[in-house]
């Protein structure tokens, strides 16, 4: 047997579970695994600034590609903390990734040693396990079942916690004859199905909602194909934005209180029954779910079973993965088929399109400064279909989700559940790390763009290119719209005269000059006209020097994105001018009717 430190092994395994990147910060207490990491090659490393941005860039990583689970690695006591928030963020979006954290010696764990702190126990309620490990001959096991759990049943994150004098012990282990364990996955019966299909036919406005595990499950052509078989426009969730295209004729929209589309909410609302799969009835999906449920059937297919009735009881559930419940919704779908006994749903598909062409939300305005909608339909003309779009939360994010076009899965990569401020520039960078071919896009406000921007000096020192749009009101736009409802304005401006930059005057933070500073490129546009040109600059900026480019938006400093303010998804809030002609939304789907 081949003998080797317990840090050895683990690398060795990360390998043979087909690990080839990792984000991380090294220190004391985990110099032996990167000492390993080193000696044994075949990973690549990406230098973080910040521990959390390390675990952001393990998420982005993770989401762009079906298989990838991105790893984060940091030293003891903060290194791990920092990274807490990466981890919630995973498992509330259900994505694997590995954090691997160091720890003080095992004898002086327990006498508040320099950064020892029981991450383990921090970390439980956000992964599916939180381990020190504690004897030297147990890592490899314990690394083996990390990967079994990230991808069993619904996946998430895991963090092993490693104390130093564990990865420096030797251990007999042969990694040429590892193998990985076999994930577990719930499957539907074909009775599950053929049930759940029979309550579908026997609606006559039934819509399938496709959730993240869609995706997940790479089961998006599988979705498309059960939609196109049976004649059921699909309404995406948020997570399920691309699982098929924008344009696609069964495409309905997004539903909800603020990411959705005006013709989707009303397309749902004349529903009466609702395929949910891979979805987790967010709360800012369905809203007040008296409106949401009123007059509607259910069948609820998820990966987690306690999933089921978490939110509302639904008239049907089914534990299964997507995919396997997919595979066996299109077999019996086409037997039905085949023997003339699916409903005709061509008009009802037809009635869903008819609202996507008259029911718009303007984006044209040739205001100065810039109305943020402008923004958005000048990046639907400035970056095709294969974009890479990511983004977290805010009035950007909102605003991005509901003018902003997706027309593959993983090509909207946003964190949903946690909304995280700083998320966006380590998770785009992570994204771009996993797909170097890809046209990346990131999205933000000013204020997640400065929680975290000393991670664009990670994309500079590693040629990391993507562009980065900003839109800047200098305001917390989103929590200055929520505090509407209590009539205040409170702590949520960002403004200040910058004494080194007059020019900008009460926008404050010149991020032009910190971009620059941390090596990257920006472009300033306050002119709406100059939006598409800044774009194609922005593209041949970063193809030429292979680092982040920015592009700021100087926006109006308020306005106010639709959405519903009594959490009613049938009464959504249109602030601004709805389209009443084609060249209010010159970018739509459908060319708007008139």
Known sequence: MARMTAARAAVEILKREGV????????????????????????????????????????????????????????????????????????????????????????????EDFQAVDIASIAKPVTKMAVTVLEAAQVPGVVQQAFHLMRSGRPGPVLIDLPIDVQLTEIEFDPETYEPLQAYKPAATRAQIEKALGMLNAAERPLIVAGGGVINADAAELLVEFAELTGTPVVPTLMGWGVLPDDHELNAGMVGLQTSHRYGNATFLESDFVLGIGNRWANRHTGRLDVYTAGRTFVHVDIEPTQLGRIFAPDYGIASDARAALELFVEVAKELKTTGRLPDRSGWAAAAQEKKATLRRRTHFDDIPIKPQRVYEEMNKAFGPYTRYVSTIGLSQIAGAQMLHVYRPRHWINCGQAGPLGWTVPAALGVAKADPEASVVALSGDYDFQFMIEELAVGAQHRIPYVHVLVNNSYLGLIRQAQRAFDIDFQVKLEFENINSPELGVYGVDHVKVAEGLGCKAIRVTDPAELGAAFEQAKKLAAEHQVPVVVEAILERVTNISMSTTNDIGNVVEFEEIATEPGHAPTSIRTLKV
Request: a negative charge; hydrophobic letters at 35%.
């Open 20 to 111: 080839t990147d990792a984000f991380g910060v090294p220190g004391a207490a985990i110099n032996p695994f990167y000492a390993a990491l080193k000696a044994s090659g075949g990973i690549t490393h990406t230098l973080a600034r910040h521990v959390e941005g390390a675990s952001h860039m393990a998420e982005g990583y993770t989401r762009t590609h079906p298989g990838n689970i991105g790893v984060c690695i940091g030293t003891s006591g903060p290194a791990g903390t920092d990274m807490i928030t990466g981890l919630y963020s995973a498992t509330g979006d259900s994505i694997p990734i590995l954090c691997i954290t160091g720890q003080a010696p095992t004898a002086v764990i327990h006498k």
